[in-house]
């Protein structure tokens, strides 16, 4: 196991693709896979749109100790 933190946006952003609408669902439950798949910490509330490292650095500094603590300790990184 590796630890690792997913950080996802919780205000809508959109990739138009062609004419099938909207992905903003389909990207969410990506996230959400991802995140079980690698077992990881899944932070989706993050008061932030696509940039979160830019509307929210403090959260992805945050994310980064986690993953640097838990790859110290050998741990996994805590689920939420």
């Known amino acids: ?5 997913v950080l996802t946006s919780d205000k809508e952003w959109d990739l138009q693709v062609g004419d099938s609408g ?14 079980n798949q690698l077992n990881a910490t899944h932070i ?7 940039g979160i490292a830019v509307e929210q650095p403090q959260l ?9 603590e ?4 050998g741990k996994p990184t805590p689920r939420n």
Do not use: D, F, K
């Open 70 to 73: 838990a790859s110290r300790s």
């Open 44 to 50: 989706s509330n993050t008061n932030s749109g696509h």
């Open 22 to 35: 909207s992905t903003w669902s389909a990207w969410l439950q990506a996230q959400e896979r991802l995140a």
């Open 1 to 5: 196991a590796i630890p690792a933190v």
């Open 60 to 68: 992805v500094v945050q994310a980064i100790r986690t993953v640097v």
